[in-house]
């Protein structure tokens, strides 16, 4: 069984520019998180979706936004970058939503976004 | 707010000895899953054990056991017979059980790095 794959692994952007990463959930997994994952701020939650519906958001400016597909591929997208947002950024799937005592999140290995 | 504290940055252990891991939170949540999470340097985090805040019993995964003490709001990690591939970043996560958001979000410790010496 294929594990969360996320794409691209690294990349490289310039302050003000935008990026998009894209994670696919193990098969048959309906929710997503996503997790920004900094030194100094450690790791921090962005957003879950469930059924392409947005369940819950981070603390995070509305430049960090989201989205799920009808196959439960997730991409989230960050605008105007700036510096700090340098960060391995970890998407999660696991079976069902939030609250559900079975809910074990499986992690991908992230993407390492670097912003000059 | 729920926080989670690990108080140890560095942790070192050598090669099939015994080393405990701390972690305290706060919450005032009575129902919650704590988990411990292994990252090494793939960067892909891999969950190690979970508990459940209900289960008076300490949860156990061959060489790593808890100790939750609710109480205290403790849940320490044990790892036995320690491997050079249990070398990685470890990190203590709660969940809570409310759907007015903490069902749905990992609450993450700063981490141990846990290094396994011959």
């Known amino acids: 069984k294929a594990g969360v794959t996320q794409t691209p692994r690294y990349l490289i952007k310039t302050r003000g520019q935008q990026v998009t990463l894209s994670c696919s959930p193990i098969?048959?997994?309906?929710?997503v998180s996503w997790y920004q994952q900094t030194p100094g701020q450690g790791l921090q939650f962005l957003f879950e979706y469930f059924s392409e519906t947005q369940r819950n958001k981070g603390n995070f400016p509305g430049r960090f936004s989201g989205r799920q597909f009808s196959n439960s591929r997730s991409e989230m997208n960050v605008s105007t970058l700036e510096l700090g947002d340098s960060a391995l950024y970890l998407c999660?799937?696991?079976?069902?939503?939030?609250?559900?005592?079975?809910?074990?999140?499986?992690f991908g290995a992230g993407s390492r976004l670097t912003v000059l | 707010a729920q926080t989670v504290t690990q108080s140890q940055p560095e942790m070192s252990v050598q090669e099939a000895e015994t080393v405990t891991l701390s972690c305290t939170y706060d919450t005032s949540e009575s129902d919650y899953y704590l988990f411990w999470y292994k990252q090494p340097p793939s960067r892909q985090m891999i969950l190690v054990i979970r508990q459940e805040a209900y289960k008076q019993q300490n949860a156990t995964e061959n060489r790593f056991s808890v100790n939750f003490q609710k109480a205290a709001k403790s849940f320490s990690l044990k790892i036995s017979d320690s491997q050079l591939g249990d070398a990685a970043m470890y990190f203590c996560a709660y969940r809570g059980t409310l759907n007015t958001g903490t069902a749905s979000k990992l609450t993450f410790g700063t981490g141990t790095r846990l290094q396994v010496t011959l």
């Open positions: 098969s048959g997994h309906r929710s």
């Open positions: 999660a799937s696991s079976l069902m939503a939030g609250n559900s005592g079975a809910n074990v999140l499986t």
